[in-house]
């Protein structure tokens, strides 16, 4: 049939909110790169993403490449994550690059990445996860 | 002072409502709404969005605490997530651990409203004047 990964295409609300746009997924690194752009709504008094809401980014490329490394099989249940935030996240357009660092049977390790548009990193992330599937495959 | 959590964009979205504030513990409560846009395919909260609810609840603590004069800028912020996150009405928890001049160590946690447990963090931030004085 053709279909594109579920991975390309796969819009939650969440995903929708930020406006996640799919790039690309490099197999030998298990990198995946998402382009996201921050809605008004997340923005704080300083005029840049909400600290914690950064986490919103970075938790969703984790997962894309998680699903992408898995042939859109599994997907992270996130049990811990530990952000840095290096430099404001503004609300213009961000490039994520999320990586699998193992994946086991029981626990996933990830990191994320976000850089703006000059290539400076914005943020980033580490995940303890658990592998799980992923719900409503197979419809 | 001016103490008006649902003035920012951010706070909005997540139905932020201030409660009260402890100044014997420096613990600050206040309640969310977490909304359908935060859900994923799974039913609940996407997992890094649910960092929104407790850096909120971070900040507010220590913003309270100085009676609004500072706010934190979080260098880093680290959260497990113990249950799933359901769309509807939280209460979450923030303190102030340690303020010093140049660092502060915040934490939160994130609960239902029957006291259940969902979420915890704790951060290290730096303390900056309040951007959202003066409006």
Not at chain 1, 10 to 35: H, I, N
Not at chain 1, 71 to 76: A, E, F, R, V
Not at chain 2, 32 to 49: D, K, N, Y
């Amino acid at each position: 049939m053709g279909d594109a990964p579920i991975f390309t295409t796969r819009r939650s609300p969440s995903a929708e909110l930020m406006g996640s746009e799919f790039v690309s997924f490099d197999e030998e690194t298990k990198t995946a790169t998402v382009r996201y752009t921050p809605p008004p709504s997340f923005a704080s008094p300083r005029g840049a993403v909400q600290g914690g809401l950064i986490g919103g980014f970075l938790d969703e490329v984790m997962g894309t490449a998680l699903l992408a490394a898995t042939d859109g099989k599994l997907l992270p249940l996130n049990l811990d994550c530990n952000m840095s935030f290096l430099r404001m996240v503004p609300l213009e357009t961000i490039t994520a690059t999320g990586r699998v660092i193992k994946l086991g049977r029981r626990v996933a390790f990830l990191e994320g990445e976000l850089h703006d548009k000059d290539g400076n990193l914005l943020a980033r992330a580490t995940s303890t996860a658990m592998p799980t599937a992923v719900p409503g495959a197979g419809q | 002072m001016s103490f008006d959590p649902t003035a920012n964009a951010h706070a909005e979205l997540m139905g932020a409502q201030y409660v009260s504030f402890d100044e014997d513990t420096q613990t600050l409560t206040m309640n969310f709404c977490a909304p359908e846009v935060f859900i994923t395919p799974r039913g609940s909260v996407q997992g890094g969005l649910v960092a929104g609810f407790l850096d909120e609840a971070m900040g507010w603590a220590y913003t309270k605490s100085t009676d609004g004069s500072h706010s934190p800028l979080m260098i880093e912020v680290t959260f497990s997530l113990l249950k799933p996150v359901p769309q509807g009405p939280l209460v979450a928890k923030g303190r102030v651990v340690k303020a010093g001049r140049r660092v502060i160590y915040l934490e939160a946690e994130l609960f239902l409203e029957d006291g259940t447990m969902l979420a915890r963090s704790t951060s290290t931030a730096i303390p900056t004047e309040n951007p959202g004085l003066g409006k």
